[in-house]
């Protein structure tokens, strides 16, 4: 079994969208200067026994066109080049978006599930509690600015079958889903175990950074349920502990330099 990590640009934002508070004005010094930072965007690829599974697609490339909305283009503004596209990503490998029959989306958020009109042809696993609750906020009404981090074209996107996920199970030998709520409604991660570089847990947006991750675990800026966002980093610490595994931090920038991606793996 191979997991390729694959590059397909970043997002920029200020830090307290990332990390709660990260930037606080206080009584002696009330006007503090705030932080904008990098966000690298990742999909995954995991190649195995001759098939592929896809664990989200990032970003749309069309977003900064007018594919976002204006707010979610301001605040969180996509640089992607065409080389960091997803289908040039896995062509870097000789895969072709038909090539995937099976695709997993960490939630629907517009870094994730931006690509999925390349899949139309797949089944498409997403947390059942974050696909109902993207469905809603995109069909309340038609102003984007009420939709958060969905897009409404995202979510309406055929496909050959969405398989709505509310518990953990194996999806193939070696993968495990696991759910891990809180950043939003429902999010699923996958734990990868690998012959030779050992147990890999991505847990994506669960854990946006290792500040995040601590210990002491951080709020992120984005946060649906707090409760279950904080149960769901101890959850995550515990299948670290018991696996002894490494976890891939889902926007951590400086982390990120030391990953390796396409074409290079993981096995």
Known sequence: MKLYILNTGYLESDKNN???CSTVGTYSKPHVENSWIK???MAFLIENNGEYILYDTGSNPEAMNGYWPEGLRETYPLYQSKEERLENQLALIGVKPEDIKT???SHMHLDHAGNIHLFKHANVYVPKADF????????LNPDPATHGGYVKADLDVPVKQYILVDEDFELAPGIE???LPGHTPGLIGLIVHLEK???IILPQDCVYTQEVYGPPAKASGLLYDSIEFFKSIEKLRKLQKKYNAK???AH???FFKTLKTVPEYYE
């Open 18 to 20: 990332v990390v709660a």
């Open 39 to 41: 966000l690298p965007v």
């Open 103 to 105: 695709v997993v989306l």
């Open 132 to 139: 109902m609750f993207g469905q809603t906020q995109v069909h």
């Open 177 to 179: 889903v696991v759910n």
């Open 197 to 199: 570089d050992g147990t």
């Open 247 to 249: 976890i891939v931090f």
């Open 252 to 254: 951590d920038y400086e």
